[in-house]
């Protein structure tokens, strides 16, 4: 096996050193009972070139083919990847490095962390961003956590219908053994968290409201930041989208206490859903309740700047069960990742990417419609909107991905029950008016 | 003595990206745009993020003056123990960006998504098999991701019996995450010790195991690389008051072959495939903790669960015992199609090696250096063996100058200051991916760190004197923390 090293004489005269006769002998130690007398039942191992061929061919079972069109979003999203960012961040340094205990040797790690915080603090308008968590869903229900801890009174944390379905279930498993509930705050005709029916909830601890929401529409946050302030209660926003906010006001500039967010977007490939990038941010008065690693700036005993771990004693290893969280790995290449992909797009190129989803979305929507779908909300969106499908596009939609690798909408009425035929479109800077033009042909 | 890796060379300075901002530069060609402007309301809207300005060539040698900074498994040994640092083999990282993976939509549907879900259900299968347990869930980002995924379990459980417990056992040696993982389930964690030998004592757990406790968690081998041989009797005690028993698998590498944690007595057990199935570690992850369960637990494993029905894959929710959902999608697939091509490329006999060769190589290690430093618990080891700075301490040198004199050697130190039953803790994890030869220079490193210590411990205490920046003031960092720039 090309990864083991050891030749006939190695183990040998290790052996000899550790006085043991052979390889089994090392494991005398264990009671017989407790070992297995059967070796492992697996494949046959296979060499390079034949892991190769049998790789492609399960690759080849996902329709994820070269003339892929993806008009799909909801928390996974079709952006261009410029080549310097998988070249840079496979280099082996960063990639087959552990978590940077010590700094002396991780300050490529540490540097490139902290520029990740502070452009993840410029991106979010927030004080502080965390070194990352796994994905958007873990970073919100982390987010709530904070809120129900803090407030001594009220068990409920108020979760607008329009967060995704799938964080809302992983804040649910998160909260629910401490005895903390989530209460849901129903969304209005026009694709918006209804604003009046959380005015009316009483003994909540905190507001968890996702901007652009499920549906792709803008919420004003201001609205719900005005409530948490009457309330005197923590407001969390969460995201999908990163690149939303090259465009967008931040969700700082609303007042958010936490911010929660998925930064897939930012130089990551889909991958089937994971591993993404968890985003947490939160203002400075949270600094100390955040969860997840922390970088800081500090200097050597020379006097040089450097760049260590900090604020551990929020953390599992130092403060074990009292820790703020359990968190211990991340997901640190993707930070990294997202790092060199903001660093790479900068500040003219995320203006212009996100302008051409806008633009790009609002094409679609109106191609659309003229080929026969039904708007359902006229309320300003980033790069998703809802439409309500005309009869027969089920059966179109599965052809054209079967055909041509094009993936047209998700139906959301396994996640919505009330949206039959109701589609979640995307289009982000990836797709080509021809594109647009192609699809809302076939779809006629 | 051999020479050692470890020497200084030209390193570059590099400042922050903004300091390197110039004002209308972009690093990436933006297509025209082919579609109308659509304007959004100005209430809506806001500046451009302040990010920096940058070309091509300024990014790329950014972040490669950055990587040089670091120091990685391919740069030279990584005995971090605990951590099983082990070679990250390049054909996984080919595979994982196979467009057919690396561009799947997870909401594609399960009958365009049949090549991810079908390696993610053999993926669960091998490692049942490698386990000895009945199903697997690979959902959990991380260890302690999977840690939770598992207490979350046994909380489910208890909750569907009727009873909740509010306790749970955990021994002195156990990893942070573990108390961690259980206080998230509202347990309060009992700590335990370890007897004198390092292993943990039936007597002990009968002692304190009651019907208002959860169970126990157990790290086996633990955290001082022994083997917990009495896990049977201390199963049995703790099923015999209805409890359940979690098993920490971070320290799977050791017994890959030689012993199924299903077959005695553990009820649940996560493992990491950035450890023991050689997926990188990144620097801090992006890791994968999957959940491996016996037939108690399995009904209350995370949904959605992969289904064969004939010869197709589904992603099924319909589970009512569920714990629920832990990740937005799957969990990190990226990292199982790594895994799944090292289980294919290792096969069976492969991986019982590596175990084999691991536990070779830390063996070896304890053996060579055991007259130069402390060894606490001299007992044949696994995968990992701790000593301490017991011999130094006449020098007034501690684990910590000792670590930080290695780098200058080319060594990544090993694990310290943990485990914390071990004062001073030195914990040494080779890897079975270490040649002899490497190893060998390690040992002389040790071994003249240790002839400093007595001859010049004023060298070991400015150690580390070739990285680019010497030890850091960590205080200060904490004290005014400056988190961004």
């Known amino acids: 096996m090309r990864y083991l090293p050891h030749t006939k004489e190695d183990i040998e005269s290790m052996l000899k050193v550790a006085g043991q006769e052979s390889l089994d002998d090392l494991f005398n130690c264990i009671p017989d009972d407790l070992k297995i007398t059967n070796s492992l039942d697996l494949p046959q191992s296979l060499s390079e070139w034949e892991l190769n061929v049998h790789m492609e061919e399960l690759a080849s079972l996902n329709i994820a083919c070269k003339s892929y069109k993806c008009f799909m979003g909801a928390g996974s999203y079709d952006h261009y ?43 979010l308008g927030m004080d502080i961003a965390t070194a990352s968590h796994y994905d958007c869903g873990t970073a919100l229900a982390e987010a709530c956590l904070i809120a129900l801890r803090q407030n001594s009174k009220a068990n409920k944390i108020a979760v607008s219908a329009l967060t995704h379905p799938s964080h809302r279930q992983i804040i649910h498993t998160y909260i629910s053994p401490s005895g903390y509930e989530i209460v849901e705050i129903p969304y209005t005709k026009e694709g918006l968290t209804d604003v009046k029916a959380l005015e009316a909830m009483d003994d909540i601890a905190g507001i968890a409201v996702q901007s652009p929401n499920f549906f792709g529409n803008i919420e004003d946050l201001s609205a719900f930041k005005a409530v948490a302030d009457v309330k005197m209660i923590l407001f ?39 591993p993404g990038l968890g985003l947490l941010a939160g203002t400075k008065k949270q600094m100390r309740n955040l969860p997840g690693r922390l970088i800081g ?30 968190i211990c790995s991340n997901n640190g290449l993707n930070a990294m990742t997202a790092a060199v992909y903001l660093a790479t797009v900068g500040k003219i190129g995320i203006r212009e990417i996100a302008r051409q989803n806008h633009d790009k979305a609002v094409y679609l929507k109106k191609s659309l419609e003229k080929a026969g779908f039904e708007s359902v909300f006229e309320t300003p969106f980033f790069n998703e909107f809802l439409m309500k499908a005309p009869a027969g596009f089920e059966q179109k939609r599965a052809a054209l991905i079967n055909d041509k690798c094009t993936f047209a909408g998700i139906c959301l009425d396994k996640f919505y029950p009330e949206l039959k035929h109701h589609y979640l479109f995307c289009a982000t800077e990836t797709i080509s008016k021809k594109d647009i033009d192609q699809l809302a042909k076939e779809v006629q | 003595m051999n020479q050692q890796p470890g020497t200084s060379g030209l390193i570059f300075n590099e400042p922050l990206l903004w300091d390197k901002s110039r004002d209308g530069r972009c690093a990436m060609s933006l297509p025209k745009s082919d579609v109308e402007r659509e304007p959004l309301d100005e209430n809506l809207t806001g500046d451009s993020p302040n990010l920096p300005q940058l070309s091509e060539l300024d990014v790329v040698r950014h972040y490669t003056r950055l990587s040089q900074w670091n120091f990685g498994v391919d740069s030279g040994m990584y005995p971090l123990g605990s951590c099983t640092m082990k070679y990250n083999p390049k054909t996984n990282e080919v595979q994982a960006a196979r467009q057919g993976f690396a561009s799947a939509h997870p909401l594609s549907g399960d009958e365009f998504s049949q090549g991810a879900l079908k390696l993610m259900y053999n993926l669960e299968q091998y490692l049942a098999e490698i386990t000895g347990f009945e199903a697997v869930t690979l959902q959990p980002a991380a260890g302690a991701h999977g840690e939770l995924a598992g207490m979350l379990m046994i909380h489910a459980y208890f909750a569907k019996n009727g009873k909740q417990r509010s306790k749970i056992l955990i021994p002195d040696t156990a990893h942070g995450t573990n108390p961690a993982s259980a206080a998230l ?36 081998p633990n955290t001082l690389g022994l083997f917990e041989t009495d896990i049977k009797e201390i199963a049995l005690i703790v099923h015999s008051k209805g409890g359940l028993v979690y098993g920490d698998g971070a320290n799977m590498n050791a017994i890959m072959g030689i012993v199924k944690p299903g077959d005695i007595g553990i009820d649940v057990l996560h493992l990491n495939l950035h450890k023991t199935f050689s997926t990188p570690h990144g620097g ?42 832990i990740h937005t999608f799957y969990g990190h697939f990226g990292i199982m199609v790594r895994a799944y091509a090292y289980i294919l490329s290792m096969g069976a006999k492969g991986l019982t090696d590596a175990s084999k060769l691991a536990v070779l190589n830390a063996n070896y290690v304890k053996e060579s250096l055991k007259g130069t430093l402390n060894l606490p618990y001299d007992l044949p080891c696994m995968h990992e063996c701790v000593f301490n700075d017991e011999f130094q301490k006449e020098y007034h040198i501690t684990t910590m100058d000792m670590a930080k004199r290695l780098l200058d050697f080319g060594f990544h130190p090993p694990t310290v200051y943990f485990p914390l039953v071990v004062d001073g803790a030195f914990m040494v994890e080779p890897t079975e991916t270490e040649s002899k030869e490497d190893i060998d220079q390690f040992i002389d490193a040790v071994k003249a760190i240790a002839r400093e210590a007595a001859e010049d411990p004023e060298k070991l205490r400015k150690a580390p004197l070739l990285t680019k920046v010497t030890r850091l003031d960590e205080v200060a960092a904490a004290r005014k923390p400056c988190l961004r720039g």
């Not at chain 1, 087959?96 to 993840?120: D, H, K, R, W």
């Not at chain 2, 389930?185 to 304190?208: D, R």
């Open chain 1, 81 to 123: 990847i410029p080549a310097i960012i998988p070249y840079l961040i496979s280099r082996s340094e960063f990639m087959t490095a552990y978590t940077p205990y010590q700094p002396e040797v991780s300050q490529g790690t540490l540097q490139g962390i902290y520029e990740f915080q502070t452009m993840v603090t410029e991106l």
């Open chain 2, 284 to 325: 801090g992850g992006p890791g994968s903790g999957p959940v491996a369960v016996g037939k108690t637990l399995e009904p209350f494993l995370p949904i959605p669960r992969i289904v064969k029905e004939l010869d197709t894959y589904k992603l099924v929710t319909d589970f009512p015992d569920t714990m629920g959902r």
């Open chain 2, 185 to 220: 389930c509202g347990y309060e964690s009992i700590n335990i010790k370890s007897g004198k030998n390092g292993i943990l004592e039936p007597s002990v757990v009968e002692a304190i195991m009651d019907e208002d406790t959860a169970g126990i968690m157990l790290t086996n």
């Open chain 1, 236 to 274: 969390i926003t969460s995201f999908t989208e990163a690149l939303a906010f090259g465009l967008l006001k931040n969700p700082g500039s609303f007042g958010a206490d936490l911010v929660a967010g998925e930064g897939q977007s930012l130089g990551i490939a889909k991958s089937f859903g994971g």
């Open chain 1, 297 to 326: 700036k500090t200097k050597d005993a020379n006097g040089a700047d450097g760049f260590v771990l900090t604020l551990a004693t929020r953390e599992q290893h130092i403060r074990r069960e009292k820790a703020s969280s359990n």
